[in-house]
């Protein structure tokens, strides 16, 4: 722990006086300070001007990074017959109809992402206390109920990553490995914060998007300049 304090010390001390940057230098502080013994993941965080517990005012949503998030994303898909076919062939790692619902109400949750198709949601909804709060239930919103399962596999192994806002407004996602080329990461920023930005609900009053940060897996935040952030 004492060499992890270090690290992040050392860490913070080079985000010294570092607020309201660039994309670009973010992206290149937190890459370059990032010194733990694995591969850390790019976090981004916003704090938006949102009330979720409103209806109008939800921030919901999913993007494809266009260099993907760099984990391997596990997919629970409940289907049958010849759609449980399509999803196998195309990569869901779980597969499965009242058999799945009974696993998962057992605590089985090895996945990151659950699909469905439409004529499962009557199975899918009596697991709505354990998939709602782990943000896993599926949605047609984003893409997760639906008959073209062979693209929403593919989608979620490929690099999607859906989004919402919690308690207080924020949102928060991974979106991609310190290891990435610079310019891989910050297009990937780009990329989610155009999304976000376009997610603005009609609820929304005055600023929308309060405060942007970046940080890696064990390493400390640097907020991005907003304006210059959604212009580009």
């Known amino acids: 722990m004492a060499n992890v304090g270090k690290r992040f010390a050392a860490a913070k001390a080079a985000f010294e006086g570092k607020l309201e940057v660039s994309v670009e230098e973010a992206v290149a502080l937190v ?25 109008d005012q939800m921030v919901r949503g999913v993007v494809a990074l266009p260099n993907g998030t760099g984990k391997n994303v596990r997919v629970a898909v409940f289907a049958r017959d010849a759609k449980a076919d399509e999803a196998k062939a195309a990569g869901a ?20 992402r659950c699909i469905a198709t439409p004529d499962m949601m009557p199975i899918v909804g009596r697991l709505g206390k354990i998939l709602g709060p782990r943000n896993l239930m599926p949605n047609p919103r984003v893409g997760t109920v639906t008959m073209d399962i062979k693209a929403a596999v593919e989608a979620a192994k490929g690099g999607e990553v859906q989004f919402k806002a919690e308690k207080a407004g924020v949102v928060h996602a991974g979106i991609g490995k310190v290891s990435f080329d610079e310019a891989k990461l910050v297009e990937n920023v780009k990329t989610i914060i155009n999304a976000v930005n376009k997610a ?11 405060k942007i940060a970046l940080s890696s897996t064990m390493g400390p935040g640097v907020t991005l300049d907003i ?5 580009e």
């Open 200 to 210: 603005r609900p009609s609820g929304a009053k005055g600023t929308y998007i309060k």
């Open 31 to 55: 890459k370059n300070n990032a010194k733990a013994k694995f591969d850390e993941t790019l976090d981004i965080v916003f704090a938006l001007g949102v009330d979720p517990r409103h209806a």
């Open 227 to 231: 304006a210059s952030a959604i212009a």
């Open 93 to 112: 790692d779980i597969v499965g109809a009242e058999d799945l619902m009974e696993s998962i109400q057992q605590g089985n949750l090895d996945f990151d």
